[in-house]
């Protein structure tokens, strides 16, 4: 995985901040890969929370706080809820092939 | 009529503020009919609704670039302070500091409003929908800034010359 212990930690704490501690994190994508450089940081977060506007205010805030700690850098973020009405199949890759923070 | 550049920079990127406040809130006075938006509402909205939710983002994104891009920049660059080719986050701090923005965290967050808007989610229209909803809820806090900024300058330059920003409700 490349992402500093730091980021790591920057990461779980922002989570915890605004999805609360239950919420599960997901790493997926390039940064998974050592033999890779640079690239987003793609997220995966699993909120048991069902309240839309809720989850999207929660995002935000995620994002806002991971940002200020970590500069300006490129994350996605995807969100898995309860009450999602579909979930596309990258939500399983991203499990699957993630490494969970 | 100055001739001073830093002046006149400042007031070109206030005047440019200003048209798009007019068409955000004129976008907004046509959303108000139809929101908070729900994922049903947002998946069966007509052409002419489409387009004023597309007018509004396009606005909503301009005005944010125009403030962060050019009106405060102009701004350090009024105030003479040396900060043109630092990063953007301390010029923004710097700007919290001297009282032109009331919250950095406040304006990242406007601003992570406007990158999102890049995302759509086909197969989640009930986000879409939260996602706008709060977005025609940070036009007025887009505004606030703008205020909270021209009320600063004012006060310190009662000399300089803005347009009067358009009033909203």
């Known amino acids: 995985m490349r992402l500093t212990l730091d980021q790591q930690s920057a990461i779980r704490s922002a989570v915890a901040e605004t999805f609360g501690n239950a919420a599960n994190i997901w790493l997926f994508g390039s940064r998974v890969d050592d033999n890779k450089r640079g690239g987003d940081i793609d997220l995966l977060i699993e909120t048991s929370q069902s309240d839309v506007a809720a989850i999207v205010r929660a995002e935000l805030a995620f994002l806002t706080k991971l940002k200020m700690k970590l500069g300006e850098q490129k994350i996605d973020v995807l969100v898995d809820y309860p009450t999602r009405h579909y979930i596309p199949p990258i939500f399983t890759i991203a499990k699957q092939t993630g490494i969970q923070l | ?169």
């Open chain 2, 1 to 169: 009529m100055t001739d001073d550049i830093p002046t006149l920079r400042l007031q070109d990127a206030w005047r440019e503020c200003e048209r798009h406040v007019y068409h955000l809130f004129h976008a907004l006075s046509s959303i108000r009919t139809f929101w908070p938006l729900t994922g049903e509402t947002y998946a069966n909205l007509s052409d002419e609704q489409v387009q004023d939710v597309d007018q509004f983002i396009l606005r909503f994104t301009k005005l944010q670039d125009t403030i962060g891009g050019r009106l405060f920049p102009a701004i350090l660059h009024y105030l003479t302070e040396p900060f043109e080719d630092r990063p953007m986050i301390d010029k923004l701090n710097r700007l919290e500091k001297l009282g032109f923005i009331d919250s950095v965290e406040r304006w990242q967050m406007v601003r992570n409003i406007r990158n999102q808007f890049a995302h759509d989610y086909p197969d989640d229209p009930d986000k879409n929908a939260a996602q706008l909803n709060l977005a025609f809820e940070s036009a007025r806090d887009l505004y606030a800034m703008l205020t909270t900024a021209s009320t600063k300058l004012k006060a310190e330059y009662p000399a300089l010359e803005l347009g009067k920003l358009l009033s909203v409700e």
